[in-house]
């Protein structure tokens, strides 16, 4: 394959191949790889065992310098200087005896869909990529023609600290007007996956389609879609898994005017803690054909520990989405008839599920809340809130009001109702008597919204927060469901739901000036 359209001489191209070549050659020229007894290939991503968003990067060009959404999300990066991580990265892949050229597609509606071109070095990034962008079979890829979009991963090799904008060894970096994307200094095969999906989350508004940060499924009716937005460790992948729907996709989604569609070929699950009991779906997708990313395993057996965390705790499987028994091929759906927002609450203060108004569905998704648990990290000795705007605000290219007015006129047209689904703390705060739901009382939760049995269920306003509670839900003790009531000192659970409301209010004041009175107002009510 020529690759001098991108600068590239090397000769030994080797483009879409089986995954078993990609297997071969992981085993006989990157060190530390391996073979599980699932059959997965067992990688390591080097010293970096997550994104890096400090070092990403987007080129500020005259033609999208007034639609970037620019500040601590979008590092603005001049063109000369992505010209000079450009060539560093070319003259590093050009030094290399092979290459691996994976040619794919993002967006499952062939109205929307783009091309995309991997260049990388190593067989572990190829085979990621290859479970993770859409497989063109061999007429299309015969046919595939010029990429929309091109990654040139040189990730082995660091950026260069004196280059002006450059914060570490590592950069990542997108230009949108040239369709590319570099990265130096960084092995994380993550970076890929959400810059393809930072590409999406710029062209998509552009087409009247919104791109969202979240996984979908379908019921037996075609009309039954649901919508679940998360950030890490919320359970939007696991929730998504169910044996009694179809998978249409575990992590980013585009809605247009026709319906639901999923961007990606494959899914990323987070296999911390992974059991076959509580995640069938996920732990049956690992086998051969699978990236299991950072985890601990048996030398001699070769069964890797799900608990082990020696490496990382944000061990990853990369699989492709037929891998899941009850994927939907392709990946498309019509319109959602539930939208879920799923948080983990380590204060103890949001209920196991609430009904969401318009307004208060629109203060919610531009919130994006979840908790950081007491423990996790150095000097953290209580549950910390998180806000993400739209659920991902690591990856918004637009400013977050234009996802979340595109989100709520598609509700308005098309009677989508919303949901706060808290799969955190109940009964008091984490670490202070406080238990985590029961997964198995979440799932009934998911099943009752998906049935419509939650629709017409009886409610009581939260007086904090506003939204309205259940009074009772099929299969889930109904004491849980009301939180004040699951602890034992009331009084600690208004202070606690007045410090959380504080610190969704302040959080907020930055999106005041975009936001309309009344979605301003379905945000919680605290004492001064």
Not at 61 to 68: A, N
Not at 360 to 383: C, D, L, N, R
């Amino acid at each position: 394959m020529d690759l001098s359209k991108h600068k590239i001489s090397v000769e030994n191209i080797i483009r879409n191949p089986a995954p078993a070549k990609f297997y071969e050659d992981a085993i006989k020229f990157d060190p530390g790889s391996a073979v599980a007894d699932s059959g997965a290939l067992v990688v390591r991503s080097g010293k970096r065992t997550g994104r890096s968003p400090a070092d990403k990067r987007v080129v500020k060009t005259s033609g999208v310098e007034k639609e970037v959404w620019w500040g601590n999300v979008n590092i603005a990066l001049d063109e000369h200087t992505f010209s000079i991580n450009h060539q560093r990265a070319t003259d590093y892949l050009n030094t290399r005896e092979r290459l691996y050229v994976i040619d794919g597609f993002a967006g499952w509606d062939p109205n929307y869909r783009l091309k995309v071109r991997i260049i990388a070095e190593r067989p572990y990034h190829g085979l990621f990529m290859h479970n993770m962008l859409i497989r063109p079979t061999a007429e299309e890829l015969e046919n595939f023609g010029e990429p929309d979009f091109v990654v040139y991963n040189a990730g082995k090799f660091p950026a260069n600290r004196f280059t002006e904008g450059m914060t570490s060894d590592a950069s990542v970096d997108v230009n949108f007007e040239k369709g590319e994307m570099v990265i130096l200094g960084t092995e994380y095969a993550g970076e890929m996956k959400k810059g393809i999906f930072t590409v999406m989350h710029y062209l998509m508004p552009k087409k009247d389609v919104l791109s969202m940060h979240c996984s979908a499924n379908e019921g037996e009716k075609p009309e039954d879609v649901a919508l679940f937005f998360g950030l890490s460790g919320t359970g939007k992948t696991t929730l998504s898994a169910d044996k009694s729907r179809k998978l249409i996709g575990d992590d980013e989604h585009c809605w247009s005017e026709d319906g639901v569609f999923n961007i990606e070929g494959g899914c990323y699950a987070k296999t911390i803690n992974l059991s076959e009991e509580k995640e069938p779906e996920i732990y049956n997708a690992i086998k051969f054909g699978t990236v299991l990313e950072n985890v601990g395993y048996d030398a001699n057996t070769r069964k890797v520990d799900y608990d082990d965390v020696s490496i990382t705790q944000n061990t990853r499987a990369s699989y492709p989405i037929d891998f899941i028994s009850n994927s939907k091929i392709p990946c498309t759906a019509g319109h959602p008839k539930n939208i879920i927002f799923l948080t983990y609450d380590a204060f103890g203060v949001l209920p196991p599920v609430s009904k969401l108004s318009p307004e208060q569905a629109m203060y919610h998704f531009i919130s994006g809340y979840t908790a950081k648990v007491a423990g996790t990290e150095m000097g953290v000795t209580e549950p910390e809130a998180t806000f993400s705007a739209c659920f991902g605000a690591a990856f918004l290219v637009w400013p977050p009001s234009k996802y979340a007015e595109m989100l709520a006129e598609k509700m308005r047209t098309h009677n989508a109702k919303a949901w706060l689904v808290n799969t955190g703390i109940t009964g008091g705060a984490y670490g202070k008597g406080g238990e985590r739901i029961n997964l198995k009382n979440t799932r009934a939760i998911i099943n009752a919204i998906h049935e419509g049995k939650l629709d017409d269920a009886d409610t009581v306003q939260d007086e904090v927060f506003g939204f309205r509670i259940p009074t009772n839900c099929p299969e889930v003790p109904s004491e849980i469901l009301q939180p004040r009531n699951s602890w034992s000192n009331a009084d600690e659970y208004d202070a606690q739901a007045q410090k959380l409301g504080k610190l969704f209010r302040k959080n907020f004041d930055k999106y005041k000036a975009e936001s309309s009175d009344e979605i301003i107002n379905a945000g919680p009510k605290v004492s001064d």
